[in-house]
Structures are given as structure tokens and as C-alpha cells.
Antibody, heavy 118, light 110 residues
Framework: QVQLVQSGAEVKKPGASVRVSCKPS????????VHWVRQAPGQGLESLGW????????NYAQKFQGRVTMTRDTSISTAYMEVSRLKSDDTAVYYC???????????WGQGTLVTVSS | QSVLTQPPSASGTPGQRITISCSGS????????VNWYQQLPGTAPKVVIC???QRPSGVPDRFSGSKSGTSASLAISGLQSEDEADYYC???????????FGGGTKVTVL
């Protein structure tokens, strides 16, 4: 059974940075992209980008370029997403996910609530 | 503004059939397979349809999906109270080189 376990909730002040971790298990870490998707309160799903755990290659959504950094540590099979220069409208649940459009193998982490408040 | 367009809400009585539309473009739905996700309050999304019309194991057969051109649809027949949730379409976008999502449709069982 594939599971993605994320780090716990965070409270940050505007202007700070936050790093969320995601540790997949039950599957080969480097076989699938890790996607990061966020959901603001009462809003829909928004993709921030993805990382290829095998190569470290990334693609960020244009809206987040320059403010989001995705990395991975293959020695501990963990992916990370950092958001810098936080604003109040970055308050959201951040999910990591393995998305597959050709098979049922779609897996989501439990979500990490990031609250940005002064 | 989402790349994919869905109606914000849909409703029906128990036993009815409802459909949810998802409109995209040539760089996403026309070229690639569509997934549909169900999200219950406070939980992560769960795939109910993958690859346009494939139902994962454990998903009731009252859920079905279809695609034509730059649009896709999710149908729920024999609507049940446990189907009350938010539903999102999603597809890979070749221009953006990443997944895109619809704005979500809230399904209410009257």
C-alpha cells in the first residue's frame, strides 16, 4: 500500500519561509514525480509544480516561480517543498501527491496546514 | 481562474442521475487523459475515474466518465447521500508541462 506522509502543521508570520516534507512509502521513491498541490480555505485545488525524484528536475507553476523550491533527498526517500516570502493568502492545506493519468495509482498525502498570520 | 471550467454546483435527489462537465482546451483535455477526484470534507482527494473512463477498484459502478474533444464529463447514476462531496477534474497540460485542475463542483443530494 502506497502512502505519502507529510510533516505537521505550521504557523508562520508574513515574510517568513516554510518547508513541508513528504515521505512516500510502499513504492520506489524515484519511479514517479512528486506533485505539490494546495487548497486555500473553501477554495479549489491549485498545482504548485512537481519534482522528478530520480533526476531532481523540477517544473514550477508560473505563479510560484521565484518563491517555491522543490527538492528531494534520495538517501531518505523524502521530498521537500519550500515557500518563501509568505503572504496571508498563502494560508492553505498543502498536499504532496503522486498523480497518474493512465492508471488508478494516484496517491495523496494527508495534507499540511500552513497558516500565515501576524 | 482555473484552466479547466466546471459548474460550481450540481444537485439531485436520491436515485437520480447527475452529470458534471469539465471544459478545457487543445493543450490539455484534447491531448491527454482526464482524472476525476472526489473530496469529502477535511480529507485528501480520492480518484474515482482515471484515464477518462476507468473506474479504480472499490469505486461504485454508478460513477462513469467520458471525454469528447476538449470536454469531459463525470456521471453519477443512482445518486446516494454518501456521494455528497466536491468533485474535481484534472488533466496534464502540455503547454504548462504540469497538471491542471477544474475549480470543483459541489454535489448536493437533496
Amino acid at each position: 500500500q502506497v502512502q505519502l506522509v507529510q510533516s505537521g502543521a505550521e504557523v508562520k508570520k508574513p515574510g517568513a519561509s516554510v518547508r513541508v516534507s513528504c515521505k512516500p512509502s510502499g513504492d520506489t521513491f524515484t519511479d514517479y514525480y512528486v506533485h505539490w498541490v494546495r487548497q486555500a480555505p473553501g477554495q479549489g485545488l491549485e498545482s504548485l509544480g512537481w519534482i522528478n525524484p530520480n533526476t531532481g528536475g523540477t517544473n514550477y507553476a508560473q505563479k510560484f516561480q521565484g518563491r517555491v523550491t522543490m527538492t528531494r533527498d534520495t538517501s531518505i526517500s523524502t521530498a521537500y517543498m519550500e515557500v518563501s516570502r509568505l503572504k496571508s493568502d498563502d494560508t492553505a492545506v498543502y498536499y504532496c501527491a503522486k498523480l497518474d493519468y493512465s492508471s488508478p495509482r494516484n496517491y495523496w498525502g494527508q495534507g499540511t496546514l500552513v497558516t500565515v498570520s501576524s | 481562474q482555473s484552466v479547466l471550467t466546471q459548474p460550481p454546483s450540481a444537485s439531485g435527489t436520491p436515485g437520480q442521475r447527475i452529470t458534471i462537465s469539465c471544459s478545457g482546451s487543445t493543450s490539455n483535455i484534447l491531448s491527454n487523459a482526464v482524472n476525476w477526484y472526489q473530496q469529502l470534507p477535511g480529507t485528501a482527494p480520492k480518484v474515482v475515474i482515471c484515464s477518462n473512463n476507468q473506474r479504480p477498484s472499490g469505486v461504485p459502478d454508478r460513477f462513469s466518465g467520458s471525454k469528447s474533444g476538449t470536454s469531459a464529463s463525470l456521471a453519477i447514476s443512482g445518486l446516494q447521500s454518501e456521494d455528497e462531496a466536491d468533485y474535481y477534474c484534472s488533466v496534464w497540460d502540455d503547454s504548462l508541462n504540469g497538471p491542471v485542475f477544474g475549480g470543483g463542483t459541489k454535489v448536493t443530494v437533496l
